[in-house]
């Protein structure tokens, strides 16, 4: 059951409990509504900079009534300083070529995304996605959406192999992140930082400065990778405020 919450544009609903899937113990509610396929893009870039996240044609973020663990998080990219150690990320995958690509799925896309969910998310909500729910994640989209993909150099010309996809969102202030996976085998390159930093540069080519990163969970080592990244801001109940990563994974592990 859901309950309903009209407003002038939109209808609001509110999901039942369920368990969490970042923190044991804890259970999850969210609050959604569905964007509007006259309006989405503007629709999306407000509710994103609110604090919500895009699923298909769904803007979504958490109303858990005892917990506040969710954080939206964003990378400011006309500003962000690259740390010697991303720096060398980069450099390391420096031989990968990059190419934006309608939001269609393939094939191709899905087995790389299966490999990646068997071996990272066993367990997690989505380790069952089909083919069709696939499909649905990349092309249900009411906003501007585009994919990402990173292939290894091939010596023929040729399309080289996949080893990383990310789905991302182009917003009016940023680059939204809204899913990205990799090739497991590939553990050296940090594909899955790689794909942010990437993005940080990108909204910086682009003149955008913001890379939304969705959320960061306090208290889930599955999250704590997004504090990693400095500067980075986080929405407070005051606004989007600039905070120092070190105190924020302390904040996490204490």
């Not at 309608?102 to 995304?113: K, N, P, R, V």
């Not at 939204?176 to 910086?204: C, K, N, T």
Request: hydrophobic fraction near 40%.
């Amino acid at each position: 059951m859901t309950q309903h919450f009209p407003t002038r544009q939109l209808r609001f609903f509110l999901t039942a409990p369920s368990p969490c899937p970042y923190l044991p113990d804890r259970y999850e509610r969210k609050v959604f509504a569905h964007l509007p396929l006259t309006d989405g893009p503007s629709v999306n870039d407000s509710l994103t900079q609110m604090g919500f996240r895009r699923s298909q044609n769904i803007a979504y973020r958490p109303a858990c009534e005892s917990c506040m663990a969710c954080i939206s998080a964003r990378l400011p990219a006309a500003d962000y300083v690259f740390s010697k150690s991303e720096r060398r990320v980069l450099a390391r995958n420096e031989d990968l070529q990059r190419s934006v690509v309608e939001a269609e799925a393939t094939m191709e896309q899905f087995e790389l995304l299966r490999r990646y969910l068997v071996t990272r998310h066993v367990d997690g909500g989505m380790a069952e996605m089909s083919w069709p729910d696939y499909v649905a994640m990349v092309e249900d989209t009411a906003v501007r959406t585009h994919l990402v993909e990173y292939r290894v150099r091939s010596d023929d010309g040729g399309p080289g192999d996949l080893v990383s996809c990310a789905l991302i969102d182009l917003m009016g202030d940023g680059l939204s992140m809204v899913y990205s996976f990799y090739d497991p085998e590939q553990a050296r390159r940090s594909l899955g930082s790689f794909m942010i930093l990437d993005h940080v540069v990108q909204a910086g080519l682009l003149g955008l400065p913001h890379v939304y990163l969705g959320y960061w969970v306090r208290g889930s080592e599955k999250m704590d990778y997004k504090a990693r990244f400095s500067p980075i801001e986080l929405l407070r109940p005051d606004g989007w405020a600039r905070v120092n990563s070190r105190e924020i994974l302390n904040a996490s592990r204490g």
